[in-house]
């Protein structure tokens, strides 16, 4: 069965420092992993895909299968950062299984 | 473009009521998929669809039905709502073309409170 695990519920950082958000999966086929995030009052919505290898609003992230990770991290937070992150696995037939969430909290 | 609509935004219903949640979609998507956010608990797929007439049942789909009778329309029934029910309810879909498929839209969600 598949798994993904954000450990840190809540994260608050000063605004500059940088940020990781931890993201671990489990899964028995070829992992295909996204990052959600969903601001204050607004809708889902992608932030990054993996296989894409890109940076999106400053963010990265990287596949390691080795440890099982897809830690999102951005070298310098933005106050317009703070918001509700997911970590999500695709499965079968395009469906998503979501981690729990980090809410991510810049302090200006 | 709207992109993905639901409605209600906010429901009440006492328990034993029913009711249809509705998601509409005007991007042509071939999946379309019910999630529902519980504190600590991320969102759990209920039911998805891979096309109209075509649906089958996620991780948490007890108590819960849907049908796809066009491709726009993808509406959750609930039979007989229980407190348990009580979430924010959240309609997706994406093309089922790669490389389009990879991104899913969600729609505004649906805050249902079960008395």
């Known amino acids: 069965a598949q798994r993904v695990t954000q450990p840190e519920k809540l994260l608050s950082v000063f605004k500059g420092a940088p940020v990781e958000l931890k993201c671990n999966y489990s899964y028995s086929g070829s992992p295909e992993l996204f990052w959600y995030v969903q601001y204050s009052r607004q809708r889902l919505q992608l932030l990054l895909r993996?296989?894409s290898r890109e940076s999106i609003k400053g963010f990265t992230a990287d596949l390691n299968k080795g440890e099982t990770s897809f830690h999102l991290k951005k070298p310098f937070a933005q106050e317009e950062d703070s918001a509700m992150y997911y970590c999500?696995?695709?499965?079968?037939?395009?469906?998503?299984?979501f981690g729990t969430g980090t809410r991510l909290t810049v302090i200006p | 473009n709207a992109g993905v609509t639901q409605t209600p935004k906010f429901q009440v219903l006492k328990t034993g009521q029913s009711m249809t949640l509705q998601c509409a979609q005007d991007?042509?998507?071939?999946?379309m998929s019910w999630y529902r956010q519980d504190p600590g608990m991320g969102l759990r797929l209920i039911h998805y669809?891979?096309?109209?007439?075509?649906?089958d049942q996620g991780e948490v789909p007890n108590g819960y039905n849907v049908s796809r009778s066009t491709t726009e329309d993808f509406p959750l029934r609930l039979l007989s709502a229980a407190p348990s029910q009580t979430s924010v309810y959240f309609c997706a879909s994406s093309s089922l073309t790669a490389p389009y498929s990879d991104e899913q839209f969600f729609g505004p969600g649906t805050r249902l409170t079960v008395l």
């Open positions: 999500a696995l695709r499965t079968g037939a395009n469906n998503l299984f």
């Open positions: 993996h296989i």
């Open positions: 991007m042509n998507h071939e999946y």
């Open positions: 669809s891979v096309g109209a007439g075509i649906t």
